[in-house]
């Protein structure tokens, strides 16, 4: 057999740091390794695990000192929707004033309020708005953002929305992941006629997405106040045909089984799920869908049913967590809030949490084999954080303890 030379010249590491790989190989809590020494070469993770286990090959690379540091691997943010114009406080000021979510979307707020004033945004105004928000994102560790369309509902402008998405990931050191949401809601010219609609999205919209390279993935919202399941497949029906991965907004206020379709469809997440029934987490179960909470929301909202969470730990259904990170339902760019929201209102151990934002929002973005977790091989996108234990970064409130974000080299 072969060995290949060992390469040390363009590599570069960081030792006497804990590591929370949130690997699943590594057994202990967290896939924690002490007094751990990580080693990045090309953007990749060449080599990590107890100092005192570096090879001789590697002795000789300068290590960068950690100081005792929290490593874990980069923040993932895999449910947003921060690409929108104007906002929507007076809404807020509704709903406390006793009207709900789903009255102001049925009386043409809500959702469709946004789609004016993104509409009529400059792609100009959205990028410098939007930018706003991902600084806090990263401020907080997120080096993976998903970004969704769907406040166009109109070609144009959700070509414009998702211009704007991928431009982030050029205008920010973030891997921007897009997401076509053309069936969020019925836009006011197809009053009415929301067949009609899911007949533009499918013959129109999504053949110039795909065509434009514009999307990763496709979501869509099922619930009665958008689509229904049979609506929402048809559009699923066309993403495979194009090649598309798909997610679903579902059972966020009612149980239509929008989540069991969506798995039953190959998707790669569910996403709110608090109305979702145990027969609708064993489909997941077995379909590899992975569960995307997003506590914004249900704080937001105040809604009152809890998602299954019980059942998800029952059949093994990875979950994972957002910001949801939209100008009505979660007006939130913490993900270290996030954090502490999924422990404090849904009763998710602080393991679970980093998780939520590590290892199971990569798989909630297809991104399971290079993303997630530190691992040999592995993209080496990580935060370093002024803390000693893991939990610390769910249970402070209004904390921040970044110390650095590395994505893919330690200079
Ligand atoms: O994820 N549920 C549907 N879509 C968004 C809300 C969008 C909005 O209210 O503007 C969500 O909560
Ligand atoms: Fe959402």
Redesign the pocket.
């Known amino acids: 057999m072969i060995t290949a030379k060992l390469e040390t010249t363009g590599v570069s590491g960081l030792c006497n740091i804990r590591l929370a790989t949130m690997s699943r190989g590594i057994i202990r809590a967290y896939g924690l390794v002490e007094d751990a020494v990580l080693l990045i070469h090309h953007g990749r993770i060449l080599w990590c695990g107890e100092g005192a286990e570096l090879p001789d090959e590697y002795k000789s690379i300068q290590l960068m000192d950690g100081e005792g540091r929290l490593v874990t691997p980069g923040f993932i943010d895999c ?1 947003t ?1 921060l690409v ?1 114009g104007g906002d ?1 406080a007076r809404e807020f000021e509704l709903r406390l004033e006793g009207a709900s ?1 789903e009255e102001i ?1 049925r009386s043409g707020g ?2 469709r309020s ?1 789609v004016k004033a993104t509409r009529t945004a400059s792609e100009k105004q959205l990028l410098a708005e939007a930018l706003k928000r991902v600084d806090h994102l990263i401020a907080e560790g997120v080096t993976t953002l998903e970004i969704k369309s ?2 166009g509902l109109d070609l144009d402008t959700e070509l414009k929305m998702l211009r704007v998405a991928r431009a982030i990931g050029t205008e920010r050191d973030v891997l921007v992941q897009t997401t076509f ?1 053309g069936a ?2 019925v836009p006011e010219e197809f009053d009415g006629r929301s067949d009609a609609f899911i007949d533009h999205v499918v013959n129109d919209m999504l053949p110039r997405v795909a065509g434009e390279k514009l999307a990763d993935a496709v979501d869509g ?1 099922c ?1 009665g106040i ?1 689509f229904n399941p049979a609506q929402i497949e048809r559009v699923f029906a066309k993403s495979k045909e194009l090649g598309l991965p798909v997610k679903l ?1 579902a059972e ?1 206020l009612s149980n239509l089984g929008g989540a069991a379709m969506a798995a039953r469809n190959g998707a790669l997440s569910a ?2 799920l608090e109305y979702l029934d145990e027969a609708g987490v064993v489909t997941l179960a077995e379909c590899g869908t992975v569960a995307v909470l ?1 506590p914004g ?1 249900f704080y937001t909202l105040r809604e009152k049913q809890y998602p299954p969470i019980s059942t998800f730990r029952k059949h093994n259904v990875p979950i994972a967590i957002a910001t ?1 990170a ?5 007006p939130l760019t913490s993900i270290l809030l996030v954090l502490n929201m999924a422990c404090t209102i849904f009763r998710m151990t602080p393991e679970e949490a980093l998780a939520g934002v590590t290892r199971n929002a990569a798989l909630a973005l297809g991104l399971g084999e290079t993303h997630g977790t530190v691992e040999v091989g592995k993209i080496a996108d990580l935060a370093i954080w002024d803390v000693r234990e893991p939990a610390e970064l769910a249970y402070r409130i209004g904390f921040n303890p970044l110390h650095k974000r590395i994505t893919g080299s330690l200079s």
């Open positions: 449910h929707h929108f929507r979510y979307s809500g959702i946004t769907g406040y949401l969020h809601a919202f619930e958008a907004h966020q996403d709110h997003l929301a949801d939209n100008p009505g339902s979660s």
